[in-house]
């Protein structure tokens, strides 16, 4: 064997070694641990199995022992969803048709190219923006002729009432990607109200009339609508400003990012609703971030459902809907979870980055109830009666609350 072959034989065996170690670390990340077993309990699959799914969702394959009864899905994964590809990007959404359990919330992820336009529409529902990444253009009119305009990037939020017609076109780079919310389990992103399908419907007589012009002026409309179509990214924005009859009287946007969060030793909440931001009439949210090891508390919202979005990491979560059922989830990036009104849980981060996500609810206020508050100002015996635990359990627990709370 010459030198040559002797080399190119090591590379190869080299290149095929590495192969099989990264095959075989894929395939261990993607093993369920331990399988459908619980102590003495369950028993290996014999059947068919999915191991990616399984392990991403390992208490539901083998779950806690405090688990009972039986609960309805909670999580969904946007991966599972239909996709709606356009020339200027998607948009895909979880709604109750693909989440029963969500009869409230409804969820819309969206991406434009750079330039690319979600065109102008309106909505029957309330809807509430979060941009994920890149930056975008925000326009509006209200029924008084007031204008709107801002530019918006990565964490930043905004607001448009039922009936007020918008736009949405990404900026420069790499253009943007976003979460759309609505109070309407029911919302459905193909029945929007859009400027081009609307003119297509329209007789052009009646165009003409409407803006005292020649029919002939309309001879370029579109057929049918463009939804999410490119476009050059757009120019300065005060270049670009158009005033109207005025400055609405609340901004349509909030600079999230730039609000000061509820820091605790175990990560940081930044709500906001109409409190902070009077334009959100119908839904409030809360941007969460938990350290690894670290968990949102033990509480519930007696207001509204929650519907959360994961961003980054992974996390498990236990719900108790009463009558001795409650059910264990677990999540990562990508994924939708949900919890009826009332109902108690927690967010756990499992993994070992920061974990990052949304949680939103139908109401114009935040509202939730703590578990330690509860018992901390509940007079001690009646406590004691109840769970036989130490004075010392609830000492610690502050007036103000520390929604996060670490490993």
Same mark, same amino acid.
């Given at each position: 064997?010459?030198?040559?072959?002797? %080399? &190119?034989?090591?590379?190869? /065996?080299?290149?095929?070694?590495?192969?099989?170690?990264?095959? +075989?670390?894929?395939?261990?990340?993607? @093993?369920?641990?331990?399988?459908?077993?619980? /102590?003495? $309990?369950?028993?290996?699959?014999?059947?068919?199995?999915?191991?990616?799914? $399984?392990?991403?969702?390992?208490?539901?394959?083998?779950?806690?022992?405090?688990?009972?009864?039986?609960?309805?899905?909670?999580?969904?994964?946007?991966?599972?969803?239909?996709?709606?590809?356009?020339?200027?990007?998607?948009?895909?959404?979880?709604?109750?048709?693909?989440?029963?359990?969500?009869?409230?919330?409804?969820?819309?992820?969206?991406?434009?190219?750079?330039?690319?336009?979600?065109?102008?529409?309106?909505?029957? $529902?309330?809807?509430?923006?979060?941009?994920?990444? /890149?930056?975008?253009?925000?326009?509006?009119?209200?029924?008084?002729?007031?204008?709107?305009?801002?530019?918006?990037?990565?964490?930043?939020?905004?607001?448009?009432?039922?009936?007020?017609?918008?736009?949405?076109?990404?900026? /420069?780079?790499?253009?943007?990607?976003?979460?759309?919310?609505?109070?309407?389990?029911?919302?459905?992103?193909?029945?929007?109200?859009?400027?081009?399908?609307?003119?297509?419907?329209?007789? %052009?007589?009646?165009?003409?009339?409407?803006?005292?012009?020649?029919? $002939?002026?309309?001879?370029?409309?579109?057929?049918?609508?463009?939804?999410?179509?490119?476009?050059?990214?757009?120019?300065?924005?005060?270049?670009?400003?158009?005033?109207? +009859?005025?400055?609405?009287?609340?901004?349509?946007?909030?600079?999230?990012?730039?609000?000061?969060?509820?820091?605790?030793?175990?990560?940081?909440?930044?709500?906001?609703?109409?409190?902070?931001?009077?334009?959100?009439?119908?839904?409030?949210?809360? =941007?969460?971030?938990?350290?690894?090891?670290?968990?949102?508390?033990?509480?519930?919202?007696?207001?509204?459902?929650?519907?959360?979005?994961?961003?980054?990491?992974?996390?498990?979560?236990?719900?108790?809907?009463?009558?001795?059922?409650?059910?264990?989830?677990?999540?990562?990036?990508? &994924?939708?979870?949900?919890?009826?009104?009332?109902?108690?849980?927690?967010?756990?981060?499992?993994?070992?980055?920061?974990?990052?996500?949304?949680?939103?609810?139908?109401?114009?206020?935040?509202?939730?109830?703590?578990?330690?508050?509860?018992?901390?100002?509940?007079?001690? @015996?009646?406590?004691?009666?109840? =769970?036989?635990? &130490? %004075?010392?359990?609830?000492?610690?627990?502050?007036?103000?609350?520390?929604?996060?709370?670490?490993?």
């Amino acid at each position: 064997m010459s030198n040559l072959q002797r %080399r &190119d034989f090591m590379v190869t /065996g080299l290149a095929a070694t590495t192969a099989a170690l990264a095959g +075989a670390a894929r395939a261990a990340a993607q @093993e369920p641990s331990g399988g459908p077993i619980r /102590g003495k $309990e369950g028993a290996s699959i014999l059947g068919p199995t999915n191991p990616s799914r $399984e392990a991403q969702s390992r208490d539901r394959l083998a779950p806690p022992v405090t688990d009972h009864g039986t609960l309805p899905n909670l999580k969904f994964s946007f991966a599972d969803t239909h996709n709606r590809l356009q020339p200027g990007g998607w948009a895909r959404q979880t709604t109750h048709r693909e989440m029963p359990v969500a009869t409230d919330l409804a969820i819309v992820n969206m991406r434009l190219k750079a330039g690319a336009i979600r065109e102008m529409h309106w909505h029957k $529902e309330t809807e509430w923006g979060f941009v994920v990444k /890149g930056s975008m253009r925000v326009t509006a009119v209200d029924d008084q002729g007031r204008a709107f305009q801002d530019d918006i990037t990565e964490g930043n939020i905004w607001n448009f009432p039922t009936g007020i017609p918008h736009s949405l076109q990404a900026l /420069g780079g790499d253009g943007c990607e976003f979460l759309l919310l609505f109070d309407d389990g029911d919302f459905n992103e193909d029945e929007t109200f859009l400027l081009t399908d609307w003119l297509a419907h329209t007789p %052009r007589e009646a165009l003409a009339k409407n803006f005292g012009v020649p029919e $002939e002026a309309f001879a370029k409309i579109p057929k049918e609508e463009l939804y999410i179509f490119p476009a050059d990214v757009p120019g300065p924005l005060e270049k670009d400003r158009v005033t109207g +009859a005025g400055p609405v009287p609340k901004s349509y946007t909030h600079r999230l990012m730039d609000q000061k969060p509820v820091e605790t030793k175990g990560g940081r909440v930044r709500i906001v609703d109409s409190s902070v931001f009077p334009a959100t009439t119908a839904i409030s949210a809360a =941007l969460v971030e938990v350290e690894p090891g670290g968990m949102r508390e033990l509480h519930w919202h007696p207001n509204s459902d929650e519907l959360q979005y994961y961003l980054e990491g992974r996390s498990r979560m236990t719900v108790y809907a009463s009558e001795s059922s409650a059910g264990t989830f677990d999540y990562q990036a990508g &994924d939708v979870g949900y919890v009826p009104r009332n109902m108690p849980h927690y967010i756990e981060n499992t993994g070992d980055s920061l974990l990052r996500y949304i949680e939103v609810w139908k109401s114009p206020w935040f509202s939730d109830v703590s578990l330690r508050q509860w018992l901390a100002f509940t007079p001690y @015996e009646l406590v004691r009666a109840h =769970l036989g635990i &130490d %004075r010392s359990v609830l000492a610690p627990i502050q007036v103000h609350k520390t929604p996060v709370v670490p490993a």
